[in-house]
């Protein structure tokens, strides 16, 4: 079977996995079925939630270490990489990563040929800070047959410089594997969708950019999780749908990534990037610019 | 009549200016009827749309001079002037500056003791850029006894650098007078809300700092405009609602703006402003990063 260049068929995983060493191998049967319905379905690019293959909420370092393994040559890069080469399509998906005594919550891009590239998830969410380091490698595109896929990790999301930079870097999709855990209420609006759904939309409308997002759902030791994967398209808006908070589900969307390198029809005038005043933008960088009242 | 310092009362005034020189008159007293009304109803800080004394569609050059006026000695600040000092309220307009030669699309800002400051629109829209030179005084915070209050313009939203800019500058609340255009479809979600409102709603949640956004109403010379103006609270959820696409309206919140000077309650380890990666930020500048491949 072989995935479509363009329009290829991206798809985002929705699920439940769990945390815990002695679910490890269940984790690991779970992500591999999501991967093969999705691939049968005719995807050429799927993106898992964050940490899919461990769960997420680690009560120790010791644990979080227990559940780490290497980038690439780890089990879970490997099974990717396996099961890309058997559907020929592209995965992404987030690991603890083991670098010797460090650890960080690192998305991995593997296809056909096997390992592409990873993003060390540079912004940490809550006790993350506590085992994890923060991504020392920047911020990373890939260039691919199917075209250049940008690597970003839930809470970076909330950081609008993060998918400036990678659309900035090329990026014709930004894939997130994601654990968007309850924010301070109100949770969701009437429409059912939370906050971080519409920081994916808008960071997808304003840089031109596809956002795949893919959430987990069900709560973990206290911790609960948000659902509301989605595909957003470069006008920002979701393509199909936004998947419920509770949902075990995989959304599709059959997308052309060269829209991400045309310039959205506004009129003659106006094109996002070229418009940007970075004349201007020092003062964002926190030096170079006024004392902070902060 | 006293304004409160805090919490203060926020007014948008949304209604339908009408372009052409023949109209200012109607326009002036137009303005000078929300800015009453508004006041008499208590806010403190009363937000107008983007050149709501002269409307917008303008045909040439020539006619945009002619609805130009100097900042701040002319016919709109003075207007607004005397309205803020007779109900001790802060005023934030938006008028055709004529500085020499050169027009700029510019928020001003008054108070009960006068001009206070003002900022030139520094991303131009579409027409806009046959008429206004592009701001050249960089981003602007001014502090009041209300508390610290940032400006923007309209198509400004749609660059994420600007709002974080404005709140890193320490602004408590934002006033983007506004002039929305029919983006290209769909212009709407189901629940009615467009693009740009949710723009704004994600630039308050990720700066934790409060946005008035006054847009207009109505259509001009075939350009129609999204109405949809609303005061995002520091969590970025609006308060009250969302106004719809043709209300002739005026929406008020009563904020306490010291919110936006706290961390939002997320956990004991997060905090969006300190959490910035600036030391990877510079890849937005289009300096110093890698050559980018658009």
């Not at 031109?208 to 006008?235: K, P, Q, Y």
Request: hydrophobic share 40%; charged share 20%.
């Amino acid at each position: 079977m072989t995935a479509n260049v363009s329009p290829v068929r991206v798809a985002v995983a929705q699920f439940e996995p769990r945390v815990g060493v002695e679910n490890l191998k269940a984790n690991g049967l779970a992500v591999e079925e999501r991967i093969r319905t999705a691939a049968e379905a005719g995807a050429g690019l799927i993106v898992l939630p964050e940490l899919a293959t461990t769960g997420y909420v680690f009560s120790s370092r010791d644990e979080a270490f227990a559940h780490a393994e290497a980038v690439p040559d780890g089990r879970s890069v490997e099974s990717f990489a396996r099961l890309a080469a058997e559907y020929d399509a592209y995965i992404v998906g987030c690991v603890v990563e083991r670098d010797g005594t460090r650890l960080f919550d690192t998305a991995v891009l593997v296809g056909p040929d096997g390992y592409i590239g990873r993003y060390r998830k540079t912004h940490l969410w809550n006790t993350e800070k506590l085992w994890f380091t923060p991504g020392d490698e920047g911020f990373s595109v890939y260039d691919t047959r199917i075209g250049r896929i940008g690597l970003l990790v839930c809470w970076d999301i909330w950081f609008p410089e993060t998918a400036r930079i990678v659309s900035q870097l090329g990026a014709d999709i930004i894939c997130i594997p994601t654990g968007w855990v309850w924010t301070p209420p109100p949770l969701y609006d009437a429409s059912g969708v939370c906050m971080p759904a519409y920081l994916t939309t808008t960071a997808a409308h304003v840089n031109n950019v596809f956002i795949a997002t893919a959430d987990r759902i069900g709560e973990e030791r206290g911790v609960g999780f948000m659902g509301n994967s989605l595909i957003a398209g470069t006008n920002g808006w979701p393509i199909d749908r936004i998947a419920g908070p509770d949902e075990d589900t995989i959304l599709y969307a059959d997308v052309d990534l060269t829209a991400a390198r045309t310039a959205p029809i506004w009129n003659q005038l106006n094109d996002l990037h070229r418009d940007r005043r970075t004349d201007l933008y020092d003062q964002m960088l926190g030096y170079g610019a006024a004392p902070l009242p902060r």
